[in-house]
């Protein structure tokens, strides 16, 4: 095969390899409670907004009343106008959207 003996290009498919499996790994060892810090702590951690506050036993039973499937699609589509857009972490993706709300519901029993 051409690739094969071409050192260079071999070298650099291994290490495109690398990365891409680099990447795999990050995805596994998503950090719920990082993400939930640096995007929805402003407003769930303080109640801004009027936002349900995290700790909030009573708001996030009611909300729960919904099912976790509304409460993880309001999340990605925003709610009201003023829950904005996947929380305002556009790198999140719905499953890891869905992971952080299990963590603020954890964090509300
Ligand atoms: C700019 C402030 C703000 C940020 C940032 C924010 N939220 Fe919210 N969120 C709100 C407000 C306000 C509500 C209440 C909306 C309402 O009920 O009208 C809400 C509601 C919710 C609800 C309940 C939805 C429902 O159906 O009752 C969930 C779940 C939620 N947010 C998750 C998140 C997650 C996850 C993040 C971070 C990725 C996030 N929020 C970031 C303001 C925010």
New binding site residues.
Partial sequence: MELIKSPKLLIACLFLLSISNGFAAEEEKFDAAK??QA??F???GTG?????EVGDIIAWEI?LE?GLD??????ITG??G???P????AD?SDLQ?KA??EY?LEGSQ
């Fill in positions: 993400a939930y995007s929805c402003a407003c769930h801004a907004a009027h936002a349900p909300r919904k509304t409460l993880v699609q309001n999340s709610l009201n003023i829950m904005p996947r929380g305002l972490c999140c959207l952080i709300v603020m």
